[in-house]
């Protein structure tokens, strides 16, 4: 029973519990201690008492930060989600919200704000930048209690609690170390069937991406800028959007083509205009036509 003092360190811990789970019960970071004893919060919400601590120790001592963990579920820009702060023992917040830093890959530092408590662990709250694809991650930091918050273990002194996130606890971040923001992406762009020729106005540029995007109703329309090679100059004629919306597949219609011979061609752009491009989570989906999708949509003839 010498594993199971009371004490700070490593050995104050019930030392059969796996870091992660067992047999999808115990999680590690759901353990912590009161006057008690041991105490386990269950699946369903539930506390168990593990063991009486009677006779091993005097008192507590110091609760640490020992586990971190992002928020269930996937991660969508422009949303809210919650990165989890697991202490050793019963924590308490009082006054104000404490701050960290979850750190965005383009974002820079993004500030997660404590929202709840629950037993030993602590939920911070943040929101995801929209329309910008990146990975988040949590690095070694600590806790900062701005506006005179404090964060109190067992034994009820304010600063009996550590706020210290240390290296090691930041790159054992459950499920994984950095999380994946992506963006739907266009995956092709496709000229319309037939011949083109001089003068036509009902001829289509179709873009398609990954997953079914929705066109704002509001703002300056959406255009993809297209390249002429003809004597008139090295601009062609825009596609403007027409329809779509909803689907995988959005279809932009040609202005007027050049009175003379040539080829239309697209080159790596981002699709102008100020209407909002959404996927089904109401995250702003990527704009950027790339030079792969450029590439291969080749060139179109203009017949004389």
């Known amino acids: ?119 030993n662990r602590l939920i911070f709250t943040f929101t995801i930048p929209d329309g910008v694809e990146e990975e988040l991650s949590i690095g070694a930091q600590s806790i900062t209690l701005a506006g005179g918050s404090t964060i109190t273990d067992t034994n009820g002194t304010a600063d009996d609690a550590s706020v210290v996130i240390s290296a090691g606890v930041a790159a054992g971040l459950y499920p994984s170390l950095v999380k994946a923001i992506s963006l739907d992406n266009p995956v092709s762009a496709t000229w319309s069937t037939g011949t083109f020729v001089q003068g036509d106005t009902n001829r289509t540029l179709t873009l398609v991406y990954e997953a079914p995007v929705t066109v704002g109703a509001s703002g300056t329309a959406n255009t993809i800028a297209t390249l002429w090679s003809g004597t008139g100059g090295p601009a062609g004629p825009d596609a403007t959007y027409a329809s779509g919306s909803g689907t995988v597949s959005l279809v932009f219609n040609l202005a007027a083509i050049p009175s003379e011979a040539g080829t239309l061609s697209i080159a790596t752009q981002t699709i102008g205009g100020t209407k909002t491009l959404k996927d089904a989570n109401g995250t702003t989906v990527n704009k950027v036509i790339s030079s792969t999708i450029a590439t291969a949509t080749g060139t179109k003839v203009v017949a004389a």
Do not use: C
């Open 1 to 119: 029973m010498a594993l199971w003092g009371a004490v700070d360190g490593t050995e104050d811990r019930p030392k059969w519990l796996a870091a992660d789970t067992i047999s999808g019960f115990y999680d590690l970071n759901k353990v912590w201690a009161d006057e008690k004893g041991w105490n386990v919060t269950r699946p369903d919400g539930s506390e168990e008492l593990l063991v009486a601590i009677g006779g091993l120790a005097t008192k507590l001592g110091t609760a640490s930060i020992v586990g971190l963990e992002w928020g269930s579920g996937n991660f969508y820009g422009a949303g809210e989600q919650t990165v989890i702060v697991a202490y050793n023992e019963k924590i308490t917040v009082a006054v104000s919200h404490p701050t960290l830093v979850v750190t965005g890959s383009v974002s820079g530092s993004i500030t997660a704000t404590h929202s709840s408590t629950s037993s």
